[in-house]
C-alpha cells in the first residue's frame, strides 16, 4: 500500500485564506517527515471550500519545501485552461524535481469558472476528451499540432521535452497522469487511454470497487496488456482523523468539518444560472466518518485494508485538516505515518522521518497507547457526540456504502443525482 494526504485548504469559519494556504503548506512538510508516500493539491476558484487557485503552482512551492514525498494535483481543472499550458507546466515539474509530480486532472463542474477564465459551457459538457489527448499528446514530446472543435493550432515544439531520462530510475516517461473519475463515462475516458483513476471521498467501497471492474474491462477491450489492465496506480480519496477513540475522532470532525462545508459549498455559482442542490454538511460529515479511516489507529488501519480488499485499490490520498487546526493536522498527519501505516499488509515505505529529536513537539509521536477497541458496527451509542457544526477544532480534547453512482438515495454536494464534479472532494460531472 501507499498512503498519502490530499490538502483540500479549505478556509473554516473565522479564518483568513493565509491561515488555510499556511495550514496546506504544514500539512504536506509533516506528511513528509511522518514518511507519507504522496501529497494531492486540490484546485478551486472564488470559493472558500478551497482556497488553493492553482495546484501545480502549490505544488511547486512545495517541491521546494520537501526532498523525498511525491507531489500531485488532485485535480487541475482542464475545462478552465489550455491543455499545453498545463503540459508545459507538468513538463516543468516533472523534470526539476527528478520525477516527483504527478499531474491530476479533472472535468471540473459547471462554474462561473468557465465564464471568468473564458472557455465557456462547451468545455465542461463536451471537451474534456479533446483537451485530455492534446494534453497527452504533448507530455510525449516532440512536436505537436492540433485542428479540433476545441483547440486548433499550428505544431509547435515541446519545450521542455519532459521525456528527457529523469529521476533515480531515469525514466523517459514524462510525468504521470491520472484522472478524477466520478461517472461510467470518464471512467471509460480514462480506461481507454491507460490512465489511472483518482476516486473522489464521497464513493463507498462497492462503488469504487465497481468503477474499478468497469475500468478493466473497457481497458481490456481497448487492447491494453495484462499489465495495464491490473492497473495498480488508481488512488481512493478519503478522510483521516485518529483519536484516542472512536467517539473522540468523531467529534473533532462533526465539531468543525460542517461549518466549512457550509459556507464553502455554498460560495460555488453555475456559469448558466442551473440550480445546484446541495448535500446537508453535517449528514456529508457523519457518512465521511462511516466510510473512511476516522478513529483508533487500528480502526484506521482496519478500515483502509478493508477497503484495499474490497477494492483492490492500495493507493491512498487522506485529507487530514478536517479538524481546521493546524496542530491537530500535523498530529494526525503523524499518526497515520507512525501509528496506522506500520499496521498495514505490505506498505511501500514513504520518505524516511526525521530522528524524534527534529520533529516538533505538536507532532512528536505519542506514549504507546492501550488496545484499541473494535469499530462500531452496531446501532449509534446513546453518548454518540453531538456537537455543533462550526469553528476549527482547538487541541483540547459501520461502514455505509452509500454515494451516487451505483445506488444513490439523494443528491452529491455539488449537483444533482447521477450528476458528479471532477474533484475528488467535490462530487459533479466528470
Known amino acids: ?46 470559493v472558500p471550500y478551497g482556497t488553493c487557485p492553482s495546484a501545480t503552482t502549490l505544488a511547486a512551492h512545495l517541491l521546494g519545501r520537501t526532498r523525498r514525498i511525491g507531489l500531485g494535483t488532485a485535480i487541475s481543472v482542464l475545462s478552465t485552461v489550455h491543455p499545453v499550458a498545463l503540459g508545459e507546466q507538468a513538463a516543468l515539474l516533472h523534470l526539476v524535481s527528478g520525477g516527483r509530480f504527478t499531474l491530476g486532472v479533472g472535468r471540473g463542474g459547471p462554474w462561473v469558472d468557465l465564464e471568468v477564465f473564458g472557455t465557456g459551457l462547451s468545455a465542461f459538457e463536451k471537451g474534456f476528451p479533446e483537451s485530455l489527448d492534446v494534453l497527452l499528446r504533448w507530455l510525449r514530446g516532440g512536436k505537436v499540432g492540433a485542428d479540433g472543435e476545441q483547440h486548433r493550432f499550428r505544431p509547435v515544439p515541446v519545450v521542455p521535452d519532459p521525456t528527457v531520462p529523469t529521476g533515480p530510475e531515469r525514466s523517459t516517461a514524462g510525468p504521470p497522469v491520472i484522472v478524477a473519475c466520478t461517472s461510467p463515462g470518464t471512467v471509460r475516458l480514462a480506461a481507454e487511454r491507460g490512465l489511472p ?72 455559482r453555475t456559469v448558466d444560472g442551473r440550480k445546484r442542490p446541495m448535500r446537508d454538511p453535517l449528514a456529508y460529515t457523519e457518512l465521511l466518518c462511516e466510510l473512511h479511516p476516522v478513529g483508533t489507529a487500528r480502526l484506521c488501519a482496519d478500515r483502509l485494508a478493508a477497503t484495499a480488499e474490497t477494492t483492490g485499490i492500495t493507493r491512498f490520498a487522506l485529507l487530514a485538516e478536517g479538524s481546521g487546526d493546524a496542530e491537530l493536522t500535523e498530529e494526525t498527519l503523524w499518526r497515520l505515518g507512525r501509528e496506522v501505516v506500520p499496521l498495514l499488509p505490505d506498505t511501500v515505505p514513504g520518505p524516511a522521518a526525521p530522528p524524534p529529536p527534529s520533529v516538533p513537539s505538536s507532532v512528536r509521536p505519542p506514549e504507546p497507547r492501550p488496545p484499541a477497541v473494535p469499530a462500531v458496527t452496531g446501532p449509534r451509542p446513546p453518548d454518540f457526540p453531538v456537537a455543533g457544526a462550526g469553528a476549527p477544532m482547538g487541541r483540547g480534547r459501520g461502514r455505509a456504502e452509500t454515494s451516487g453512482w451505483i445506488k444513490s438515495s439523494g443528491r452529491g454536494l455539488g449537483g444533482e443525482t447521477g450528476e458528479r464534479l471532477s474533484s475528488p472532494a467535490t462530487p459533479v460531472t466528470g
Open 1 to 46: 500500500m501507499r498512503v498519502g494526504t490530499f490538502v483540500l485548504a479549505g478556509r473554516f469559519p473565522g479564518q483568513s485564506d493565509r491561515e488555510a494556504l499556511e495550514r496546506a503548506v504544514r500539512a504536506v512538510v509533516a506528511a513528509e517527515e511522518a514518511g507519507l508516500s504522496e501529497a494531492w493539491l486540490a484546485e478551486h476558484h472564488f
Open 197 to 268: 483513476m483518482l476516486l473522489g471521498m464521497h464513493a463507498g467501497d462497492e462503488e469504487k470497487a465497481a468503477m474499478v471492474r468497469l475500468w478493466r474491462e473497457t481497458a481490456r477491450d481497448a487492447g491494453h496488456d495484462a499489465e495495464t489492465v491490473a492497473c495498480d496506480r488508481h488512488v481512493s480519496v478519503g478522510v483521516a482523523q485518529i483519536g484516542d477513540s472512536h467517539t473522540e475522532a468523531v467529534e473533532t470532525l462533526r465539531r468543525a468539518l460542517p461549518g466549512m462545508l457550509r459556507q464553502g459549498l455554498a460560495a460555488h
